[in-house]
């Protein structure tokens, strides 16, 4: 019979287990230091709990911690790293340093159900939901871990598809209890799921990315089928409805195809969408996958078009393609090491 993950466990739930196994009450603090703030990997290494306290824990769960069991390094200093899940399925953790910056880009589904056009995890479908202790996991395993200084939650699957566990995992980020880090330092892309968002914004401080790829509802449908369900317009209904105060940001993403969404009809739609808010649109280059009709644009259309935009009043840049030589887009790591099993 397999235990239950100690790591991943919030202080309240922390709490629940010390009450169940009718240990004092200030166990459960103690527990949440040695998880998050020391670098432990067995129960027995919590050396100021009793001998008892640490028999029964052992009895009942394990720590629930795994090391990568892959990673590749880019010849621009991007890495990614492959895990594998209790049911022996993959996902990726891509490590961006820039500067004075060093970004992890975290998984929070195996695979994913929302089937979008341009994405390689969803073309592996649905295989199961990361706990919040698996999404952690890839913070907490890696070397680079003390010099992070942004995560963002645009790995594999749709964040919002898994709104308990992402909102469980921040908390833990967050937490005087646990690593104690700035909300600001944490954002989390959705494709748009609207009651989840909604959730989101209420119970977490953490940014918001909304991934757009065009502003037309029809064509937007083609590219990610969501649409059907949570349209454009009602997205932007909750989101213009949001009071983000002066330092919580919420961006969109926009991945640039050829001949799809590149034109100047929309540009002039996205300064309909978009104009008045205090807002980054960042567009990203499509490096093709496997199987897809679609083509990225050429660069001088890219830049050509986030200066229209910019003359127009939507702020936007152009985010830098990182990582191409070792399979740094998302899901591309993992189906070839599934296809390769």
């Known amino acids: 019979m397999t235990k239950d993950s100690l790591f991943g466990k919030t202080l309240a739930e922390l709490k629940e287990i010390i009450s169940q196994l009718g240990l004092p009450k200030f166990t459960a603090s103690q527990i949440a230091d040695w998880l998050y703030k020391k670098d432990i990997s067995s129960i027995d290494e919590m050396l100021n709990l009793s001998k008892k306290a640490r028999e029964l824990l052992n009895e009942n769960y394990e720590m629930g ?4 069991v892959k990673v590749q390094e880019s010849v621009d200093g991007t890495k990614k790293y492959l895990f594998v899940t209790d049911e022996m399925k993959y996902i990726e953790a891509a490590l961006i340093p820039d500067k004075d910056r060093s970004t992890l880009c975290v998984s929070s589904q195996v695979g994913c159900k929302m089937g979008c056009l341009f994405c390689m995890t969803g073309k592996q479908g649905f295989q199961g939901q990361l706990t919040a202790g698996q999404i952690v996991n890839q913070i907490h395993s ?174 936007t840049t152009i985010r830098a393609s990182r990582g191409q030589d070792i399979y740094a887009a998302c899901g591309l790591l993992s189906t070839k090491e599934l296809g390769e099993k």
């Open 65 to 68: 911690l795994s090391k990568p």
């Open 142 to 315: 890696l070397p680079e871990r003390e010099s992070l200084t942004n995560v963002v939650y645009m790995g594999m699957g749709e964040p919002f598809d898994n709104l308990d566990e992402v909102l469980k995992s921040i908390e833990i980020l967050t937490s005087e209890w646990g690593y104690a880090w700035s909300p600001r330092r944490i954002t989390v892309s959705t494709i748009g799921i609207i009651p989840a968002m909604k959730t989101f914004l209420d119970k977490s401080e953490a940014h918001l990315a909304v991934s757009l790829h065009s502003p037309f509802e029809s064509e937007r449908m083609s590219l990610m089928p969501i649409e059907k369900v949570h349209s454009l317009p009602g997205i932007m209904r909750v989101i213009r409805e949001f009071d983000w105060g002066r330092q919580r940001r919420i961006s969109f993403e926009y991945i640039m195809f050829k001949g799809v969404n590149d034109t100047p009809s929309h540009v002039r739609e996205l300064v309909k969408l978009l104009g008045g808010m205090r807002t980054r649109l960042n567009l990203i280059r499509f490096h093709p996958i496997p199987d897809t009709p679609l083509e990225g644009t050429g660069e001088a259309r890219l830049m050509a078009f986030r200066d229209e935009l910019n003359e127009k009043g939507v702020f």
